[in-house]
């Protein structure tokens, strides 16, 4: 039987660095998602990437002194490294400097070129670098960029358009009749009160004030603006317009866009009009997950809150860490990163529930069984509940993974835990084995076994290491479907469990709390410190900005009512600047003519005491004592200095 195709897609992550838990929690989401897909016979291909252009990019590579590209894969490699430690099974990954998908977004200008959908006109707008997003005055929050609340700058350039405008009514129609196309619904309301019925303007995908990014085949002075560029992937990762394109007539349109609330109106707007424009498939959902904040607060560098991902599993493992995220965000609202809620989930779930669950009736088979799951007898009313429980989870779950919704999931598969737990001291195994009574025994370890195994099989999407560790305690291969969860009974008796290790430990609370403070203060002592150091040193680039010439003293003359300040004519090459200097209390005018001085020469010029200062006269302070600077020989004047 063939199986059906299920394409799920993260953003592509920025290469900014600093990747933090939120940043992890699409991506885990959508892994347990991808696995449970997977698990359940689909045929899952599951995307993620980096989204590597843009100005932001280039400058910040400019500040590390490093080339753009240079830039980017290192963050590559940090991101691949973060996405193995958080055991994320993507099927590919796309880098938007891979050659396939440059040349494929310059194919994609030139088909919209070609049908009338791009335009050259001229630009100017509110623009947030950080963002690479445009703004207008109405959609401005107290002056800032409504997503990041940074400065906006004003830019003009000759740009392209796409005709946004145009596919206004199309787009409403679609969500009409496509109701569940922006989930969850309350994101649908925002794009159309705020975005849609104000009225879509044409947009400016094209850019000429940097150069890290796709020319444009048809105009090489542009670049493509990075949202055309990064929302592409979604299509040219599958072999859009590419000769092989298999996957692409196999996977689109993507069954599930996951993305971050403040990225819904580019998926939900620009991407379906962009489609709209290539005459392709629209993406049946795009879902817009809440953030994961730390206490109430965003997470963000300034703020100084990072949570870092590789610390925590480094450790606590990386399961608890997938738990929390899966289990304790509401989906869809945003939710709270704290250290204690983290740890108290962990001992509550993880520890209490279902680690005592997996090494008490692996304790009891082996102190009672020799290790072997016994047969079972006749199942009484108390057991068929639970038979009837773990029988029915599966098809909870797939209801709750329908709707996205990972809590939901954890919450049905835990109640088998939870409710195994409880039988075991409602049968009291003890007692039984106490009284001889090793018919009913055997049937309480074969209905515990089984039900470690239908939860086991069923967390497999979601704490995917800790899922395996418990089939092999079982002694059972682990599966990669749900196949064998269909029904009650598929443990074979006879099976050797092996107790083995606790799978969680208990956190003592209190004292964990207090080392992480600990370490806290230290790493925060530690970057204030490194940031210090970091903002003392410069690179080359900057030290480049400052132009500095030897410049001849002509005349040199005191400022009028002034002690300190001297006014010079200087000979520069071919020209002849005025500078004032406040060193008149160090040197008298007479002795300063006919010096060789080193002048900052692209100094903005400047009023001082009324008079025009053109540059600056470079001095030492020793010690308040000011000293001239001069070339140790003679040296023409207008020379360059470095
Ligand atoms: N590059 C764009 C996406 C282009 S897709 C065509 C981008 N990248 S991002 O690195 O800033 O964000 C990647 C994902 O991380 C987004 O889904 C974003 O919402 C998510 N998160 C970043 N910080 C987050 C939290 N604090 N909480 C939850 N998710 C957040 O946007």
């Not at 016979?41 to 500040?63: C, I, M, N, P, S």
């Not at 025994?441 to 939860?455: G, N, Q, S, W």
């Not at 002694?475 to 074979?492: E, L, M, Q, R, Y």
Request: glycine share 6%; with cysteine; hydrophobic share 35%.
């Amino acid at each position: 039987m063939t199986k059906k195709p299920y394409y799920i897609t993260t953003p592509i992550y920025y290469s900014s660095g600093n990747f933090h838990l939120g940043h992890c929690y699409t991506t885990v989401i959508c892994d347990a998602i991808a696995r449970f897909k997977r698990m359940d016979g689909f045929d899952v291909f599951y995307l993620t990437g980096t989204d590597e252009h843009g100005q932001k990019v280039q400058q910040r590579a400019e500040k590390a002194g490093v080339t753009p590209k240079k830039f980017v894969d290192d963050l590559y490699e940090q991101i691949v490294a973060l996405w193995k430690t958080l055991d994320i099974s993507y099927d590919k990954f796309i880098r938007t400097t891979d050659s396939y998908h440059e040349l494929t977004v310059q194919k994609v200008y030139e088909k919209l070129l070609a049908s009338g959908d791009i335009y050259k006109s001229e630009y100017e707008g509110l623009y947030c670098t950080p963002c690479e997003a445009f703004w207008t005055e109405s959609q401005l929050v107290d002056g800032k960029c409504p997503d990041c609340g940074r400065e906006v700058i004003k830019q003009k350039e000759e740009s392209y358009f796409f005709r946004l405008s145009k596919y206004q009514d199309r787009l409403i129609k679609f969500y009409e009749q496509n109701p569940e196309f922006i989930s969850p619904k309350s994101r649908m309301n925002e794009m159309i009160n705020n975005f849609i019925k104000p009225g879509l303007k044409d947009l400016c995908i094209s850019r000429t004030t940097f150069d890290w990014g796709v020319k444009l085949p048809f105009d090489q002075k542009h670049v493509a603006y990075v949202w055309v560029d990064a929302l592409t992937n979604y299509i040219t990762a599958l072999g859009y317009l590419q000769p092989d394109h298999a996957n692409f007539d196999k996977y689109w349109p993507a069954d599930l866009h996951m993305v971050g609330k403040e990225i819904v109106r580019f998926h939900t707007i620009i991407w379906p009009a962009l489609l709209m424009a290539l005459d392709l498939p629209l993406p049946k959902k795009v879902y817009g997950h809440g953030w994961l904040l730390f206490g109430n607060d965003k997470m963000s560098k300034s703020k100084g809150n990072i949570v870092d991902p590789f610390f925590l599993v480094d450790r606590y493992g990386v399961d608890p860490i997938r738990y929390f995220l899966l289990r304790e965000i509401p989906f869809g609202s945003d939710g709270s990163y704290t250290n204690e809620a983290l740890l108290v989930r962990t001992n509550a779930d993880l520890v209490n529930d279902l680690g005592n669950l997996v090494s008490r009736t692996t304790a009891m088979i082996t102190q009672y069984f020799g290790g072997e799951i016994p047969s079972p007898n006749t199942y009484t009313d108390l057991d068929k509940e639970l038979i009837s429980l773990c029988e029915q989870t599966l098809s909870k779950v797939r209801t709750d993974m329908d709707n996205l919704s990972a809590p939901d999931a954890l919450t049905d598969i835990f109640r088998i835990i939870q409710r195994a737990n409880k039988y075991i001291d409602e049968t009291a195994p003890w007692t039984l084995n106490k009284n001889g009574d090793k018919d009913r025994l055997a049937t309480v370890m074969y209905v515990l076994a089984e039900c470690i195994r239908f939860a086991a099989t069923l967390l497999k999407p979601f704490i995917t290491k800790t899922s395996n560790i418990i089939f092999e305690k079982l002694g059972i291969a682990s599966p990669d479907n749900f196949k064998g969860i269909a029904k009650f009974g598929g443990t074979v008796a006879g099976t050797k469990v092996n107790k083995g290790e606790n799978l969680f430990n208990r956190i003592d609370v209190n004292k964990e709390l207090k080392e992480l403070d600990e370490i806290a203060e230290k790493q925060n002592k530690q970057t204030k410190a490194d940031e210090k150091t970091a903002d003392e040193l410069i690179d080359i680039n900057d030290f480049a900005k400052v132009k500095l010439v030897t410049a001849k003293v002509l005349s040199c003359e005191k400022v009028a009512k002034s002690d300190k300040l001297l006014v010079f004519k200087l000979q520069v090459g071919d020209e002849i600047r005025q500078v004032v200097s406040g060193i008149a209390q160090h040197y008298s005018p007479e002795y300063m003519v006919g010096k060789t001085v080193v002048l900052v020469k692209n100094l903005k010029p400047a009023k001082i005491r009324g008079v025009e200062s053109n540059g600056m006269i470079l001095c030492c302070d020793d010690d308040g004592k000011v000293v001239f600077v001069s070339p140790e020989k003679e040296v023409a004047c207008g020379k360059v200095v470095r």
